[in-house]
Structures are given as structure tokens and as C-alpha cells.
T-cell receptor
Framework: DVKVTQSSRYLVKRTGEKVFLECVQDMDHENMFWYRQDPGLGLRLIYFSYDVKMKEKGDIPEGYSVSREKKERFSLILESASTNQTSMYLC?????????????FGPGTRLTVT | GENVEQHPSTLSVQEGDSAVIKCTYSDSASNYFPWYKQELGKGPQLIIDIRSNVGEKKDQRIAVTLNKTAKHFSLHITETQPEDSAVYFCAAGHPFNDYKLSFGAGTTVTVRA
């Protein structure tokens, strides 16, 4: 089974702190994603990466950056956390190639910024 | 970009009844339509998907229908059971963006015993 793990289930940070969210997948997938989940808004794509050191902005990249130094690991960085970044953050991975469609999700990190 | 709308936002059904969730999409290039189920405390998990070369797909108690002309697709759950209680998300993707997905807002389904 594909396994996507996220470093924390719950995180509480102060406004202005630098926050790192880590995601690791064990299926050698080329593609990795960071989403933000808010009630009534569904899942919104923050950033994705299609290869090591490669990244592209998603729909809501403002206030976030990412890092992918190794194929299995994709990090989301909040340079200066703000209260409007309080949310559930979901990481996902997907294989490459024309016939790889399914995204596999981690359990999520619920971040609270006070 | 793609815009996916999902209705209803909440759905309460009696155990054994059917549940239907509907989604519309805006980008006619989209040709992949998955449905994800998110149980409490877990990440979303794919339960069924459909590609635009078929109009309907069934897997035991769940089925998905697609109307490409009208740009809408639906999830049907028959003989609902308590374990069907969850949040369901529809999504749309297409090959021109390597099947990055645009998700609907989600439907919270509650099955009453």
C-alpha cells in the first residue's frame, strides 16, 4: 500500500513564526502536492512538485514556499505564519506517466496560528 | 482555470436509502473525474473515478455517471450504511496539466441508523 505520512497531526504556532510541514511518501512517486482544506472551500492547491527540486505554484501560493530536495520528501514552509493560515494541510503524491491518475493523501496536519 | 461546483453541501439519509451528490465543471478539456471519501481524522481516499470515454461506472453500491455535454457528473450510493458517513469530494482533471485536480467544496453525508 502507498503510504503518505505527515510529520505532525496537530500544530500550534504563534503569529510570525516560521513553520515547516513535512511530508514523506514511500512509493517513489514523481508528483507531490500540498493542499489546504477549509470548510466550504474544499481542497485548494498551494504548490506541487513534479520532480526533485522542481516546483510550481498552485491556486493559492501566497505566504507559502516549498522544498523538495529528495524524491520522497516534500516540505511546506510558512515563512511568517499568520492567523489566516490556520487550516488543515494535506499532502498527496501521484505517480508519473500518462496513466497515473490517483492521488494518495496523508492524514493531514491541523495547524492553528495564534 | 477549472471550476468545480458540488451540491449539496450536507446530506442526511436514512440507513438503506440512496444518496446522490452532483458536481458541475467548467473546463471542457477535463476528462478525468474522481470521487474521494474523507473519514473523520483521515485524508481523502479515492473511491471511484470515471473518464470521459464512458458515461457510467459502477462498483458494488457506488456508481458515477457523467454527462459531458452538460458538464456534470454525479455520485450515487445505494443501500447506504453507517460507514458511508463521511465527507465526499468530487474533482476534475485533464491531461494538459498532468491531471492536477480541481476539487469541489465537499458534501458531508450522514447516514441515520
Amino acid at each position: 500500500d502507498v503510504k503518505v505520512t505527515q510529520s505532525s497531526r496537530y500544530l500550534v504556532k504563534r503569529t510570525g513564526e516560521k513553520v515547516f510541514l513535512e511530508c514523506v511518501q514511500d512509493m517513489d512517486h514523481e508528483n507531490m502536492f500540498w493542499y489546504r482544506q477549509d470548510p466550504g472551500l474544499g481542497l485548494r492547491l498551494i504548490y506541487f512538485s513534479y520532480d526533485v527540486k522542481m516546483k510550481e505554484k498552485g491556486d493559492i501560493p501566497e505566504g507559502y514556499s516549498v522544498s523538495r530536495e529528495k524524491k520522497e520528501r516534500f516540505s511546506l514552509i510558512l515563512e511568517s505564519a499568520s492567523t489566516n493560515q490556520t487550516s488543515m494541510y494535506l499532502c498527496a503524491s501521484k505517480g508519473g506517466g500518462s496513466y497515473s491518475y490517483e492521488q494518495y493523501f496523508g492524514p493531514g496536519t491541523r495547524l492553528t496560528v495564534t | 482555470g477549472e471550476n468545480v461546483e458540488q451540491h449539496p453541501s450536507t446530506l442526511s439519509v436514512q440507513e438503506g436509502d440512496s444518496a446522490v451528490i452532483k458536481c458541475t465543471y467548467s473546463d471542457s478539456a477535463s476528462n478525468y473525474f474522481p470521487w474521494y471519501k474523507q473519514e473523520l481524522g483521515k485524508g481523502p481516499q479515492l473511491i471511484i473515478d470515471i473518464r470521459s470515454n464512458v458515461g457510467e461506472k459502477k462498483d458494488q453500491r457506488i456508481a458515477v455517471t457523467l454527462n459531458k455535454t452538460a458538464k456534470h457528473f454525479s455520485l450515487h450510493i445505494t443501500e447506504t450504511q453507517p460507514e458511508d458517513s463521511a465527507v465526499y469530494f468530487c474533482a476534475a482533471g485533464h491531461p494538459f496539466n498532468d491531471y492536477k485536480l480541481s476539487f469541489g467544496a465537499g458534501t458531508t453525508v450522514t447516514v441515520r441508523a
